[in-house]
């Protein structure tokens, strides 16, 4: 029952936080929803029942979905706890989850400094990879190129160029964003 209460008052206040963001007066959504200002003030402030009816006709009018209008505060949708993956001189943490659409965020521990050619697996994979080097330095390995990447400095190439990230002078750390395919190409623990 506190869990409906909770998203009833929850939802209560996204509609008037949305309203307010877009500076509309309560005439203005009430309008855009078919509803009296007076009916609205009620819903806003929890005079009023929230009915599905009304509930469809106001996410219709702020242009958001129902669901976004419904969801739940659930504390697990923002904490993430990134679990460590060690393999090939470097520990992975994933910053984003493994469901979630569209790109990876990484934390990547890279201590394999080798550049020996036969230790070191150029990857090539269809889009473009980007990270930032957020302690110590690491070696871009990219075609024929060694490119050293310094603390504070970012990196973006296309990744149908063969590469590979080594650490240069001790243990680094980089924050990288990748696609699907940069996903399946660098984390995937058996490449």
Do not use: Y
């Not at 996204?14 to 309203?19: D, E, G, K, V």
């Not at 009018?61 to 739940?72: H, K, R, V």
């Not at 994979?125 to 024929?144: N, Q, Y």
Request: hydrophobic share 40%; aromatic share 4%; glycine share 6%.
């Amino acid at each position: 029952m506190k869990q409906e209460a909770d998203l009833d008052t929850t939802v209560r206040m996204r509609i008037r936080s949305l309203r307010k963001a877009r500076g509309w007066s309560l005439d203005t959504l009430a309008e855009r929803a078919f509803m009296s200002p007076s009916n609205l003030s009620r819903i806003e402030t929890g005079a009023r029942t929230l009915s599905l009816h009304q509930l469809t006709a106001l996410a219709r009018a702020l242009n958001i979905s129902l669901d976004q209008l419904t969801e739940s505060e659930d504390d697990a949708d923002v904490v993430i706890r990134p679990q460590q993956d060690k393999h090939r001189g470097l520990t992975t943490w994933l910053l984003t989850r493994a469901d979630s659409p569209g790109h990876t965020v990484a934390k990547m521990r890279i201590t394999d400094e080798s550049l020996e050619p036969a230790s070191t697996h150029l990857g090539v994979h269809p889009g473009r990879d980007w990270f930032t080097v957020l302690s110590g330095t690491v070696t871009l390995l990219l075609g024929a190129r060694a490119i050293r990447v310094e603390t504070g400095d970012a990196a973006e190439f296309s990744t149908m160029t063969p590469h590979a990230i080594k650490a240069h002078g001790g243990p680094a750390e980089i924050l990288c964003i990748l696609d699907r395919e940069g996903q399946h190409s660098h984390l995937d623990p058996a490449k």
